[in-house]
């Protein structure tokens, strides 16, 4: 194995807490999305009761409206999270009544697009990406607007659900119309948000990499999007966006250079960098394809 | 799209006070607030000595206490003045520790980046700081602890923050597109965690941004504010708007009546930005009840350009 991959294996797994959860940097409280990426991470390469430790955690924090709270010390309400308490229990298998009901959720749970002013336009012009508010994606907690990252999330978890759960498809297909019409005018994403006051906003690479894994099954729709990912990818100095970018358009059967950084301590980093790493676990946010729905 | 929204709910603090003929609230704290204005060309100037003598001016005393730095990291773009600058940085460091505080940290919890580190490496506090990693804290990714009663809900804020006997709100002055300037007080928009309440943090566009800036500094009350006026950002702001040179850095216990004297200088009326009108029970807004040190804020005001919607708010 690489050492590039090796270090980041290591260091998740000498780094997770006592409760079986990690946090975003070595020694603080456990969170659900670091917790998420590192059983990602590892699995496959760390030994079973390593992942089952941190599965116990995931379960005991998922609240009786079926929705995930964000971390240990969050007792509420659930948030986008719940995507990757999802996608977990599909990568897990366990498709039970937990699963269920965190799909529920997820189907239950929209953004806020607009104000009555911006859906009034969007009735009369139909069709300006401008000024769309027609479609629905997810918020990072309820009661506000749709952004680029949860819903892409939602969406990666719910293609993986789809093969025990019935239903989602217009729900997903919605929200990829949503990604969609947030795209900038550069051709990438950014947090979802493409013009303000009449000024095009730039994409970023690392929400660009993220759209990129909500749209994973609609290769056929992206060109000049992929083409802009790489030119993204050659161009930033974030590892963080670096590391989004090698997994999204992995799934997209694109190679990128393998990354040769030094390990730092941020936990969430050294997850996402093993999973972008040739022999990391990258089809971790890999989705099947359309003819496996149940 | 995206941001569709912003402003739904706003709402106002319950201040209860009269007012006077310009539409400011005539309570506030007792006394007059000291504000601080220091000349600074450049930032090859010998920064520490004026936040040394700002801090002498508004009667810093730091001894034994743990501060925490929260300057205003907002994008990657080391070309324009969007962040604030890592000379002020840097120096506010060094001044600090130089004043016998027992702890001086760095933190920040950008609104749209995730990557602060990047950001920070970007704009370069990583390399042009001593040890930058070993004092800074990623506010978006730290552990938490609830706050009741922020805006009427449970909030969440970081530890380092809540955990600081003193925040030094590190700002760019720079105008708003949506909420007119955005200086030391809305800077605390930083220290709403990232891990809670997403990127952006769109949940205080729900709660209102003035409302939601006078929340957050209800709730932060041991703060004291560095304004870097010495390349700020004019039009449209805080992301693309031009780099103004002001040449001064601006410093006080008061954030509002720091905000209020940066709008002066600005060339802004500080009556008519709404944050300054919901927070003036909670500082000093009115020019008269402002202590002026260092330089007149009048003597060295230079106007920023202000978008169509802002006009009405130029200072006569």
């Known amino acids: 194995m690489a ?34 990426y590192a059983m990602l991470a590892i699995d496959g390469h760390a030994d079973r009761a390593v992942l089952n430790r941190a599965w116990r955690l995931v379960e005991s924090w998922q609240l009786p409206d079926g929705s995930w709270r964000p971390g240990a010390d969050v007792e509420g309400p659930g948030t986008w999270v719940t995507a990757l308490g999802v996608h977990l229990c599909c990568t897990r298998g366990q498709f039970d009544d937990r699963f269920t009901r965190g799909v529920r959720w997820l189907l239950g749970t929209q953004g806020r697009e607009g104000n009555w002013l911006a859906r009034l336009v969007s009735m009369f012009q139909p069709g300006d990406p401008d000024n769309d508010t027609s479609h629905h994606g997810w918020p990072w907690l309820r009661g506000t607007s749709s952004w680029v990252e949860p819903t892409a999330q939602a969406v990666v978890a719910l293609h993986l659900a789809s093969s025990h759960y019935a239903g989602v498809d217009a729900r997903v297909r919605d929200a990829e119309e949503l990604i969609l019409t947030r795209k900038c005018h550069d051709g990438g994403w950014n947090y979802g948000s493409r013009r303000a006051l009449g000024i095009d906003l730039p994409s970023y690479p690392e929400t660009t990499a993220l759209a990129l894994l909500g749209l994973q099954t609609r290769k056929k729709d992206l060109g000049e999007e992929i083409r802009h990912a790489r030119g993204l990818f050659e161009l ?48 971790a946010f890999r989705v099947p394809s359309a003819g496996s729905r149940a | 799209m995206g941001l569709v929204g912003v402003g739904a709910g706003a709402g106002i603090l319950s201040v209860e006070a009269s007012r006077s003929g310009d539409g400011v609230p005539e309570s506030g704290p007792p006394g007059k607030s000291s504000v601080a204005v220091l000349k600074a060309a450049s930032y090859e100037e010998d920064l520490v000595a004026r936040i040394l003598e700002g801090a002498r001016l508004c009667g810093l005393d730091l001894r034994g206490k743990r501060v925490l730095l929260k300057p205003n990291l907002v994008e990657f773009d080391s070309a324009t003045a969007i962040n604030t600058d890592m000379a002020v940085v840097a120096a506010a460091l060094q001044a600090f520790r130089a004043l016998g505080a027992a702890e001086v940290r760095i933190g920040e919890g950008p609104g749209h980046r995730r990557d602060t580190l990047g950001l920070a490496e970007e704009a370069r506090y990583l390399h042009g700081i001593h040890d930058f990693e070993g004092v800074f804290t990623d506010l978006n990714r730290d552990d938490v602890r609830p706050v009741e009663g922020f805006a009427g809900e449970r909030f969440y804020f970081p530890q380092s923050a809540l955990g600081a006997d003193l925040i030094v709100s590190v700002a760019k002055m ?22 809670v309440y997403g990127w952006p943090k769109n ?114």
């Open chain 1, 3 to 36: 050492d590039f991959l090796r270090s980041r294996l290591d260091f998740l797994l000498r780094t997770q807490n006592d409760d079986g959860g990690w946090g975003y940097f070595p020694g603080k409280r456990s969170w659900l999305e670091p917790t998420a």
């Open chain 1, 236 to 283: 930033t100095h974030s590892r963080l966006a670096r590391a989004w970018l090698s997994i999204a358009l992995g799934n997209l059967g694109e190679e990128t250079a393998p990354p040769d950084d030094e390990p730092g301590n941020d936990i969430l980093l050294a997850a996402l960098e093993a999973m972008a790493h040739p022999d990391g676990n990258r089809s």
């Open chain 2, 174 to 195: 720079k105008t708003h597109h949506w909420a007119g300037a955005t200086l030391s007080m809305k800077n605390l928009f930083g220290l709403v965690p990232g891990a």
């Open chain 2, 203 to 316: 949940k205080l566009h729900y709660i209102g941004i003035p409302r939601a800036i006078a929340e957050l500094n209800r709730t932060f009350r041991n703060t004291f504010a560095l304004v870097d006026g010495i390349v700020g950002m004019e039009g449209n702001g805080p992301i693309q708007g031009q780099p103004k040179h002001a040449g001064v850095l601006v410093m006080g216990r008061d954030l509002a009546a720091v905000d209020s004297t940066c709008c002066r200088i600005m060339g802004i009326d500080p009556a008519k930005v709404e944050y300054l009108r919901l927070a003036s029970a909670l500082g000093h807004v009115r020019e008269s009840a402002i202590e002026q040190r260092g330089e007149s804020p009048h003597a060295v005001r230079t106007n920023f350009e202000l978008i169509s919607q802002f006009r009405n708010l130029r200072l006569a």
